[in-house]
C-alpha cells in the first residue's frame, strides 16, 4: 500500500524543499512501504551515526552528496562516536588516510548541522525526549535507553534512514511508533540479592541472549538503580540479543503503574538467580586468557559519576608499566573534570582518555599490541573478542583497575 502523505511532505517528495530532502523523502518511502508503514511520523530529535569503521567510503559520499545537495538538518540531530579521537589520533598512531576519512564525515555532519557530540550517549548531551514522543534513534544502546528509560519512541533506525529524518524531521511510522506493539512480551523476574554494577551488565546479557527481539518486563530492578545501572542494562541487553524496548516494573515509566503485559499472558518466563549471574560472568570471559595488558571502560560512554568512581580507584596508584588503561566518555564529561583537576589527575597516574570515540569500531586493537583486555562493560566483552580477535576478562570496576595498576 502507498504511504500517505500530508502536503508538507509531498512537497518535500516533490523537489519543492530543495534535492536534499527530496532524496531523503525517496529513500524513506522505499524503505517504510515494504515494512507496512502507511503515513509518516514527526521525529523531535535523531542519533544518527557518521564513525568511518562502519560507514566507509559508501557512507563517507553519501553524505557528502547530501551536503553537496543542499542538505541541512530540520531537528536536532546527534551521532554516534567516532571511529578515531579527533585530539589525539596522530600521537596515537592511527592511519592517516583512515583517519582523513573520519575527518571528511565529520566535515560532512558539520555542514548538514549535525551537533559535534560524538556520543552513544547522546542523553547526558541534552537529548532528553519526553515520555512518549518520539524520535528516530540509531544505536543499539541509544535506542534501548531513549525506548525505556525515557519512554520516548523508537525502531533501531538504520545509519541511511536516521540522516533522512534528520533532514525531514519525519521517519515512517512502524513498529515501536505504535502503542500495541510497546506491551511486554516475556516476564523475567530477576533474584539475586544485592545488585552490583557489573550484576545490571550481567542480567542485560542473559535477557539478550534468552529472549531475542521480545519486550521484556523485569521483576525484581530496585528503584535505587542508577542511570547508569540502567544504562548497561539495555546497552547488554541489544548487544547480546536485539532488545530495543523493556521494562523494569516500578522503575521505567511504561511500567511505573500500569501493567506492561496489560493482561495479556507471557510467551515466556524466566527467572534469574544469582548462580545464572556467576555462570554467565565466567562465561564472557574468553578461553585462553593471557597476562592483562588493557583496561577499556566507557562502553556506553562512561559517565561523569563513572568516572569520578574510577578516579577514586586509581587515587594513590598508576597504571603499571607495560599496561594501559582507555576511559572512553563525551567532551562533555571530560571538560567538566577537567575543570575539578580530576582528568589531570588521572592523567598524570597513566590513564588515557579517549574522547568522543568508541574502541568497536576503531581498529586500534586486534593488529598485535594488546592480547588480553580486561573491561567492565558487558558489551564491550559481547563485541571485542568476535570483531577484534583478542582475548578478554570480563570483570567489575575495581578489579579492573587492580589488574592494571599499582601503588605509587
Ligand atoms: Fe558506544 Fe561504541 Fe559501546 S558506540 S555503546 S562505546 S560499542
Redesign the pocket.
Known amino acids: 500500500m502507498a504511504l500517505r502523505l500530508t502536503s508538507y511532505e509531498q512537497e518535500m517528495l516533490d523537489g519543492k524543499h530543495g534535492e536534499a530532502k527530496q532524496l531523503a523523502m525517496k529513500i524513506m518511502i522505499k524503505v517504510g512501504e515494504p515494512l507496512g508503514a502507511e503515513e509518516m511520523t514527526e521525529v523531535v530529535s535523531v542519533q544518527a551515526m557518521a564513525h568511518f569503521g562502519s560507514l566507509h567510503i559508501a557512507g563517507r559520499d553519501y553524505l557528502g552528496k547530501l551536503v553537496c545537495m543542499g542538505g541541512e538538518c530540520c531537528v536536532p540531530c546527534t551521532q554516534?562516536?567516532a571511529s578515531i579521537p579527533f585530539d589525539t589520533w596522530e600521537e596515537m598512531g592511527y592511519d592517516k588516510e583512515y583517519a582523513e576519512n573520519q575527518m571528511k564525515l565529520c566535515e560532512s555532519v558539520m555542514k548538514l548541522g549535525e551537533y559535534h557530540a560524538w556520543s552513544?550517549t547522546p542523553y547526558v548531551q541534552g537529548s532528553i525526549p519526553r515520555l512518549g514522543q518520539n524520535v528516530a534513534w540509531a544505536?543499539s544502546?541509544a535506542v534501548s535507553y531513549a525506548n525505556s528509560v525515557f519512554g520516548a519512541r523508537t525502531n533501531r533506525t538504520p545509519a541511511g534512514l536516521a540522516i533522512c529524518a534528520a533532514l525531514t524531521g519525519r521517519i515512517p511510522k512502524f513498529g515501536l511508533y505504535f502503542n500495541e506493539n510497546r506491551k511486554a512480551q516475556v516476564k523475567v523476574t530477576v533474584e539475586a540479592g544485592e545488585l552490583s554494577d557489573l550484576d545490571y551488565n550481567t542480567i542485560g546479557i542473559v535477557i539478550g541472549k534468552k529472549v531475542g527481539n521480545y519486550i521484556p518486563a523485569i521483576y525484581g530492578i530496585p528503584a535505587s538503580a542508577t542511570n547508569d545501572n540502567l544504562k548497561y542494562l539495555g546497552?547488554c541487553a541489544a548487544s547480546s540479543g536485539s532488545v530495543a524496548l523493556w521494562h523494569a516494573v516500578g522503575v521505567t515509566p511504561e511500567a511505573l503503574y500500569e501493567d506492561p503485559f496489560t493482561g495479556r499472558e507471557p510467551l515466556m518466563e524466566f527467572t534469574i538467580t544469582r548462580e545464572i549471574l556467576t555462570d554467565t560472568e565466567k562465561s564472557m570471559c574468553t578461553k585462553n586468557p593471557g597476562e592483562i595488558d588493557l583496561y577499556v571502560t566507557?562502553?556506553?560512554?562512561s559517565s561523569i559519576a563513572e568516572i569520578t568512581r574510577l578516579s577514586k580507584l586509581v587515587k594513590g596508584r598508576r597504571v603499571k608499566e607495560g599496561k594501559d588503561m582507555w576511559i572512553?566518555t563525551t567532551a562533555e564529561a571530560n571538560n567538566m573534570l577537567k575543570r575539578s583537576g580530576i582528568i589531570q589527575e588521572m592523567e598524570n597516574a597513566g590513564v588515557r582518555m579517549m574522547v568522543q570515540t568508541?574502541l568497536?569500531?576503531s581498529p586500534l586493537v586486534g593488529d598485535g599490541k594488546y592480547k588480553t583486555l580486561i573491561t567492565d562493560s558487558g558489551?564491550?566483552a559481547s563485541?571485542l573478542p568476535s570483531e577484534h580477535g583478542i582475548e578478554l576478562v570480563y570483570a567489575s570496576m575495581e578489579a579492573c583497575v587492580n589488574e592494571v595498576t599499582e601503588v605509587m
Open positions: 554516534d562516536p552513544c544505536e544502546s546497552a566507557g562502553c556506553p560512554h572512553f568508541c568497536v569500531i558489551k564491550n563485541y
